[in-house]
């Protein structure tokens, strides 16, 4: 097993606590939060089934991640700093995902051999009080350095949609709000699937000065297995799925205010189902089942615009952490040493603009 001689940057974690702030699933935790198995029964009545599919698991969503947890899950590896991302507040009325911003500043990540060193909020560019709302942002905490606002949204209605319309970021009143981004020299995190790469690429051309990160690949949907109501259910549906996945992100890779994290590649929407096995992928199978993605990325994007990050814990219902790092170690390793250092440490310090 290789170990890096460096402390890695993980600039993609999300911190979450139902029991005590705006959560989607706040007022279950507080009724059956001492009844797991009768909460997941529960959830799996009121929540649609496409979340469920992308969950796989409920307990991750329904229970607490701050950085006690974080700091369990990385065990063996160093990490010297995390990025948290938001994830979904629930208090959108007029400032409130302000909150989010001054809660995670707040978080105890010293006293678990952790560095806070940045936060990717939420904010709206449609919202009339964007401009204000970044500011508030900025107030809030010094280590706010951009926003992701989701725009994924699937032709497959049985894959979950993150966002509530199609084609966001193709939106005017989207494109209009996007421009302060650049003003105020602020990265934007982009997610939608695959799918939907032509659409961030576009965003990409119209505004050269902001940077801007495609998170986890832009999640190939149904590649590694059938998902949603038709997605991914035969071989060459996901043949299909891939070689177009390749051809938009090398398209993608020509707008040099791109870069790429790759994320969220173990998460079940992508089709893994080794949850419904009750076990994590090994470290062989991962190496196995995501080589050719990220080797692709790389002979696109180069090793200087490639980021790696967990996403945890996201992905948790597939992999640990400690195992999916070994396996990105793996998969890098025949790049050199110096790709090691910049993909797993010194790109997320460029990007974000970590002291």
Not at 146 to 167: F, L, N, V
Not at 310 to 332: G, H, V
């Amino acid at each position: 097993m290789k170990k890096l001689d460096f402390a890695i940057i993980d600039p993609h974690i999300h911190q979450w606590d139902p029991y005590h702030t705006p959560h989607s699933a706040a007022l279950l935790v507080k009724i059956f939060g001492q009844y797991p198995n009768v909460m997941d029964n529960v959830v799996r009545l009121v929540k649609p089934k496409p979340l469920l599919e992308t969950l796989g698991l409920t307990q991750y969503a329904l229970s607490p991640y701050l950085p006690e947890h974080y700091h369990e899950d990385i065990a063996i590896h160093s990490v010297e700093s995390v990025v948290h991302v938001e994830a979904n507040w629930h208090h959108h009325k007029g400032l409130g995902v302000v909150e989010e911003t001054k809660w995670i500043q707040q978080l105890n990540f010293k006293d678990h051999n952790l560095k806070l060193g940045a936060i990717v909020a939420t904010a709206d560019p449609r919202d009339r009080k964007f401009k204000q709302i970044l500011k508030a942002h900025q107030d809030a905490s010094p280590l706010f350095r951009g926003i992701r606002k989701m725009a994924s949204w699937h032709e497959d209605s049985g894959i979950y949609r993150w966002c509530d319309q199609a084609h966001l970021y193709q939106s005017k009143k989207f494109l209009k709000g996007f421009e302060q981004l650049a003003l105020m020299d602020l990265s934007f995190d982009a997610w939608g699937y695959s799918t939907q790469l032509s659409e961030i690429t576009d965003l990409a051309k119209q505004f050269p000065q902001t940077r801007i990160v495609v998170d986890h690949l832009a999640t190939p949907a149904g590649l590694f297995g059938a998902i949603g109501k038709k997605t991914g259910k035969t071989l060459s549906q996901r043949a299909a799925i891939f070689q177009q996945w390749q051809h938009d992100l090398a398209v993608l890779a020509e707008q040099k205010n791109v870069y790429a994290k790759i994320s969220g590649l173990m998460m079940p929407v992508l089709g893994h189902r080794f949850y419904q096995q009750y076990r994590t992928a090994t470290v062989y199978e991962m190496v196995n089942l995501l080589t050719p993605l990220v080797q692709h990325a790389i002979d696109v994007f180069g090793v200087d615009r490639i980021i790696f990050a967990s996403n945890f814990p996201m992905d948790k219902a597939n992999t640990t952490l400690n195992d999916l790092i070994q396996a990105y170690i793996e998969m890098i390793t025949p790049y050199g040493d110096q790709a090691l250092y910049s993909i797993f440490r010194q790109n997320a310090a460029n990007f974000y603009q970590l002291n």
